[in-house]
């Protein structure tokens, strides 16, 4: 399989990487098979959600060296991005698809560049995905860490993902991984995992 872009879509898909949620690809976007292909790729630790749907997947694009494929991690220590590589790596290759993975880590990734779908998803895995940061807008030029406060000043309430009640409180601010925090809710008394934005 070759890669699927005119030339003009090459030079097109090259320029500045996207400030957002990526959108599902339709068949008069540039390069899209390889995206279809990509679609299937999932995060390690969070396999309901594919790499495109939390915004680590940033861009597809040819180069002077061939297809490259730009992801960005969660945070710099990942422990997830060699398998992610990888995975890639694998999908495309089993699709007769050559390409080279390139992780970039500016800017900076957001929990504002998840999608929509990719944070129902969470929710009903059981995580509850994280509140709007601003940290994802192209004006941000340094690293904002979210206060408990909401995007608008308000204070921030997590709903539990299995029940949906708002009466829940943080147990740990480190949860199962360094980007999630460990709530419990306090009508159902489930434990939950919330996804920090930032």
């Not at 060296?65 to 990888?86: K, N, R």
């Not at 860490?145 to 009640?165: I, W």
Request: negative net charge; glycine residues 6%; aromatic residues 8%.
């Amino acid at each position: 399989m070759q890669a699927d872009a005119t030339p003009s879509q090459a030079n097109a898909a090259s320029a500045a990487l996207p400030d957002g949620p990526i959108a599902l690809k339709k068949p008069n976007d540039a390069f899209y098979t390889t995206w279809s292909l990509l679609e299937s790729v999932t995060d390690p630790e969070i396999p309901v959600v594919n790499l495109r749907e939390m915004g680590i997947l940033r861009a597809v694009r040819q180069t002077a060296t061939g297809l490259e494929v730009v992801i960005t991690p969660t945070y710099s220590g990942c422990p997830a991005m060699s398998q992610m590589q990888d995975d890639v790596v694998n999908a495309l290759s089993r699709a007769g698809v050559a390409a080279r993975v390139l992780t970039q880590i500016a800017p900076a990734w957001s929990t504002d560049w998840m999608t929509p779908e990719g944070r129902e998803k969470l929710r009903a895995y059981g995580i509850a995905p994280p509140h709007p940061s601003g940290c994802g807008s192209p004006v941000a030029n340094v690293i904002q860490f979210s206060s408990k406060r909401a995007a608008g000043g308000a204070e921030l309430t997590v709903a539990c993902p299995q029940c949906g009640s708002h009466n829940t409180t943080e147990t740990s601010h480190f949860g199962s991984t360094a980007c999630k925090a460990l709530y419990r809710c306090l009508d159902c008394l489930e434990p939950f995992d919330y996804f920090k934005p930032y």
